[in-house]
């Protein structure tokens, strides 16, 4: 069984700080996503990544995949109330047909 | 396109008695799968799909079974509901699962049993 570890579980900050939330295996996956889920709706995807060492930018969001691709971290910088949400990430191996899912990281940005 | 669609949107059971969660898709996707969502334990995989008529086990399969006999429709079938089984349900779909395929979720279907 692969795990996919989150941490940290809950995060609560002031508008304007920085945010980091990391995603952890002891297992190599062939690409890794990051997905926001809003209460009451699925969850969303926001980024794959697929080569060790990638790093991708959305807006204020920057992705990372571990250059082993056993791990990846989400930051935020200057989160907005907007960005609350649960942040799920994801795992898929190359053999393929599964996709592993952490824990989740809640995330409250107060005003 | 709806995009993946799931009914009920809510549901109350009594311990022992079945139903079916309803999901359908109209991108043509060949990949389909179901995820329940507990608390503090991200999402689960229950049972999945490659294509018609192909379904195999997830990560907690038990007292759920699955068919899938068009490309559109994907329900999950609880035999006798348990307790255990209150959670939120999710459907998904992909063109694959191959090298991260975006994963289009539902709205869910929230079930309580009692």
């Known amino acids: 069984t692969q795990l996919l570890e989150q941490s940290p579980q809950f995060l609560s900050i002031q508008e304007g700080e920085n945010l980091t939330v990391y995603c952890n295996s002891s297992s190599v996956f062939s690409s890794l996503q990051w997905y926001r889920q809003e209460p009451g709706e699925g969850p969303v995807l926001l980024v794959t990544v697929v080569t060790g060492g990638e790093v991708k930018k959305l807006k204020r969001l920057t992705f990372q995949f571990g250059d082993a691709r056993k791990d990846s971290s989400l930051h935020i910088t200057a989160a907005q109330p907007g960005d609350t949400g649960l942040y799920l990430c994801a795992g898929a191996t190359a053999a393929g047909n599964k996709l592993t899912f952490g824990g989740g990281t809640r995330v409250l940005v107060k005003p | 396109n709806a995009g993946v669609t799931q009914t009920p949107k809510f549901q109350v059971l009594k311990t022992g008695q079945s139903m079916t969660l309803q999901c359908a898709q109209d991108m043509n996707h060949e990949y389909m799968s179901w995820y329940r969502q507990d608390p503090g334990m991200g999402l689960r995989l229950i049972h999945y799909s490659v294509g018609a008529g192909i379904t195999d086990q997830g990560e907690v399969p038990n007292g759920y079974n699955v068919s899938r006999s068009t490309t559109e429709d994907f329900p999950l079938r609880l035999l006798s509901a348990a307790p255990s089984q209150t959670s939120v349900y999710f459907c998904?779909?992909?063109?694959?699962?191959?090298?991260?395929?975006?994963?289009?979720f539902g709205p869910g279907t929230r079930l309580l049993v009692l």
């Open positions: 998904a779909s992909s063109y694959s699962l191959g090298w991260g395929e975006t994963q289009y």
